[in-house]
C-alpha cells in the first residue's frame, strides 16, 4: 500500500477550482475588528496548486496537530478549510514516509513538526512511521530544486542544530539552513508588537506598518544571512528571559537554490489559526512559495535587525 493510499494516517482534500482570490477586500475589511481602511490584496488564488501538509511530531507535540481519536486536528481542519476556500488540493499526513516516493507530486510542503522526523521514539508518544534519512535528503534536494517550502511555528523546532541552545551555530543542520532560522526558547504567552518590514509582501498588505497578538513567541537564532525579513519581533516590554535581547525576525522569505521558503514564528494557539491576520499572512506566505504569486525579495537581515544575531545571556 502506497503512502497516499494509507487513509489511516491521512486527509485528503481536493476541491475545485475557485475564480475567487485570497480574499476580497470589503471581506477582509469586515474580518480585521478595529481597522477603519482596508487595501485590496493583490493576491492570486491558489486554485490547482498541490500542498502536502505534514504534521509529524518527534519532539513536543502542539495541541494544533492532536489528533483525537483518530479525527483531525485543529489545525488540520483549518488547513482543510483554507484549501476549500482558495481552491487548492491538500494532502494532510504525519507518515514521514512520504519523502520516500510521493513527495514529488506536490508543488509546496507545508510542515508544523517538531524534533528529529527520523526519530522514532519520543516518551511514550506512539510514534506515525518516521522520515528516512534518505526523506529528509529528497525534501531538501527538491527545495532546492524549485519545490515550495512555508514552515509555521514549530518547524523552526524542528532537526536542531548540534550545539549549545543560547548559541549561533557555525554551521547549522542543513533543514535549518533550508528554512533560514532555529527555535532556541519561548518564555511565557503574551502580546507584543510585529512590525511589518515589507508592506508589499502577499497576504501583508492589509495588516498595516505593525500589529498586536496574544502568541507563544519564539526567540530565535541561526538567522540565514539572505533571509528577506516580512515581521520584526519587537522585545521591548516584553516579559522573560528569552525575549531580553534586541529585535529579531519572527516572520521571513528566502530563496533556498531554485526553491521559494516562506516561515512564521505564529500558529501556536488555536485562536491565532482563526485570525484574519494569521490567516492573510500564512496564506499569501502560502501563494509566493508556491509561485502563485511573484514579489521581489532582497536580504535585508543587516538593515531592519543588525542585532538579531545577539542572544540572551544569563
Request: include cysteine.
Amino acid at each position: 500500500m502506497s503512502v497516499m493510499q494509507n487513509q489511516r494516517r491521512q486527509f485528503l482534500v481536493k476541491t475545485a477550482a475557485s475564480s475567487v482570490g485570497l480574499f476580497a477586500a470589503s471581506q477582509f475589511g469586515q474580518m480585521l475588528l478595529g481597522q477603519s481602511e482596508t487595501k485590496e490584496l493583490s493576491l492570486q488564488s491558489l486554485n490547482g496548486k498541490k500542498i502536502l501538509f505534514f504534521t509529524k511530531s518527534a519532539g513536543f507535540e502542539h495541541s494544533i496537530v492532536q489528533r483525537i481519536n483518530g479525527a483531525p486536528a485543529f489545525g488540520e481542519r483549518m488547513m482543510t478549510n483554507f484549501a476549500k476556500k482558495y481552491g487548492f488540493e491538500l494532502l494532510i499526513t504525519k507518515d514521514g514516509r512520504v519523502f520516500d516516493s510521493e513527495y514529488e507530486n506536490f508543488d509546496t510542503y507545508f510542515f508544523y513538526t517538531s524534533g528529529d522526523l527520523t526519530s522514532t521514539k519520543v516518551g511514550n508518544i506512539e510514534q506515525e512511521p518516521a522520515m528516512t534519512p534518505r526523506g529528509k535528503e529528497n525534501l531538501l534536494a527538491a527545495i532546492a530544486a524549485g519545490k515550495g517550502f512555508v514552515g509555521s511555528h514549530c518547524a523552526s523546532d524542528t532537526f536542531h542544530s548540534k550545539g549549545a541552545r543560547w548559541e549561533n551555530q557555525e554551521k547549522p543542520d542543513p533543514y535549518i539552513q533550508m528554512i533560514g532560522g532555529e527555535f532556541s526558547g519561548h518564555g511565557s504567552q503574551q502580546s507584543t508588537t510585529m512590525k511589518v518590514c515589507d508592506l508589499g509582501f502577499p497576504g501583508v498588505e492589509a495588516v498595516g506598518d505593525a500589529f498586536s497578538m496574544q502568541e507563544e513567541w519564539y526567540s530565535l537564532k541561526n538567522f540565514a544571512s539572505d533571509m528577506h525579513v516580512v515581521l520584526l519581533q519587537e522585545t521591548n516590554g516584553m516579559s522573560d528571559f528569552d525575549y531580553q535581547r534586541p529585535a529579531y525576525p519572527a516572520t521571513w522569505a528566502r530563496r533556498h537554490d531554485n526553491g521559494r521558503v516562506f516561515y512564521t514564528s505564529m500558529g501556536h494557539r488555536e485562536d491565532v489559526w482563526t485570525n484574519p491576520i494569521f490567516e492573510s499572512i500564512v496564506m499569501g506566505g502560502l501563494a509566493w512559495a508556491s509561485g502563485s504569486i511573484d514579489h521581489k525579495i532582497e536580504p535585508n537581515l543587516n538593515e531592519v535587525a543588525p542585532e538579531a544575531a545577539k542572544l540572551p545571556r544569563k
